[in-house]
């Protein structure tokens, strides 16, 4: 309930200053399980993705969204609650195991998942290689796969940004379902693994339009952040 009554407030608040728009809103299914795997790019996706959907989508979430103290911490829950986040360790190991149960069981009670297989936000505005957990997650729930594409939000608020940018309309598209059922029963196969997870990567590079680059977010971030710090300890000091 706390969920539509966050959306009925948000929904006309930001239709009215930043005037979304939305592609393929039909290719989601009204009924049934269903994962939409899309690109990440800016704190604004949790804001408008599910905007023009009638039906809740449910995303996991770090569980650090939760654990905060005080007035920040009680906020921080409340709206990534109302936004449909549920909790889980991103430790890795046996916490991904974890994050999975989650998943199937969210998918089992006929629910929409969202999931961001890059794992984090792009800090360039650049597509990232998929982290396999999506695939796997499809092949054992046995669902469709939705690709799911934010447009604009990057510009329009990139991470670091604390408030986002007027004037930059932001669209979401959704492409048309995958359906993987030919590898049904080889979940555990590595290399179908990734190659699912590739195809829907693929898909999201040809809605969004991003260019791809084949190496995880994370990693990118890492070498960007040493690549700016040894440009930085280059520069001669002023004075």
Same mark, same amino acid.
């Given at each position: 309930?706390?969920?539509? $009554? =966050?959306?009925? %407030?948000?929904?006309?608040?930001?239709?009215?200053?930043?005037?979304?728009?939305?592609?393929?809103?039909?290719?989601?299914?009204? !009924?049934?399980?269903?994962? /939409?795997?899309?690109?990440?790019? &800016?704190?604004?996706?949790?804001?408008?993705?599910?905007? @023009? /959907?009638?039906? !809740?989508? %449910?995303?996991?979430?770090?569980?650090?969204? @939760?654990?905060?103290?005080? %007035?920040?911490?009680?906020?921080?829950?409340?709206?990534? &609650?109302?936004?449909?986040?549920?909790?889980?360790?991103?430790?890795?190991?046996?916490? &991904?195991?974890?994050? /999975?149960?989650?998943?199937?069981?969210?998918?089992?009670?006929?629910? $929409?998942?969202?999931?961001?297989?890059?794992?984090?936000?792009?800090?360039?505005?650049?597509?990232?290689?998929?982290?396999?957990?999506?695939?796997? /997650?499809?092949?054992?729930?046995?669902?469709? =796969? %939705?690709?799911? +594409?934010?447009?604009?939000?990057?510009?329009?608020?990139?991470?670091?940004?604390?408030?986002?940018?007027?004037?930059?309309?932001?669209?979401?598209?959704?492409?048309?379902?995958?359906?993987?059922?030919?590898?049904?029963?080889?979940?555990?196969?590595?290399?179908?693994?990734?190659?699912?997870?590739?195809?829907?990567?693929?898909?999201?590079?040809?809605? &969004?339009?991003?260019?791809? $680059?084949?190496?995880?977010?994370?990693?990118?971030?890492?070498?960007?952040?040493?690549?700016?710090?040894? +440009?930085?300890?280059?520069?001669?000091?002023?004075?």
């Amino acid at each position: 309930m706390f969920y539509w $009554v =966050v959306k009925a %407030i948000l929904w006309p608040f930001l239709h009215f200053v930043f005037r979304p728009w939305a592609e393929g809103v039909d290719n989601v299914p009204r !009924k049934g399980p269903v994962i /939409l795997a899309g690109n990440h790019l &800016s704190f604004a996706d949790h804001f408008f993705g599910a905007l @023009f /959907l009638p039906r !809740k989508v %449910i995303s996991l979430g770090k569980s650090d969204y @939760f654990t905060g103290r005080g %007035i920040k911490g009680a906020l921080s829950r409340a709206f990534f &609650s109302g936004v449909g986040t549920v909790p889980i360790d991103r430790s890795g190991g046996k916490a &991904s195991e974890a994050a /999975l149960r989650t998943g199937k069981r969210i998918l089992g009670e006929g629910q $929409v998942l969202a999931i961001y297989p890059e794992g984090t936000r792009s800090h360039d505005g650049r597509l990232y290689k998929g982290k396999t957990g999506v695939a796997r /997650l499809a092949l054992e729930a046995r669902v469709p =796969v %939705i690709p799911w +594409a934010m447009v604009n939000t990057f510009e329009m608020m990139p991470p670091g940004r604390p408030l986002p940018k007027l004037g930059i309309r932001p669209g979401v598209k959704f492409g048309k379902p995958l359906d993987f059922s030919r590898y049904y029963g080889m979940e555990e196969d590595r290399l179908v693994l990734r190659a699912v997870t590739d195809e829907i990567m693929y898909a999201l590079m040809e809605l &969004s339009g991003q260019e791809y $680059v084949d190496k995880y977010a994370a990693s990118a971030k890492v070498e960007a952040a040493r690549a700016a710090r040894e +440009a930085a300890k280059g520069k001669p000091r002023r004075g």
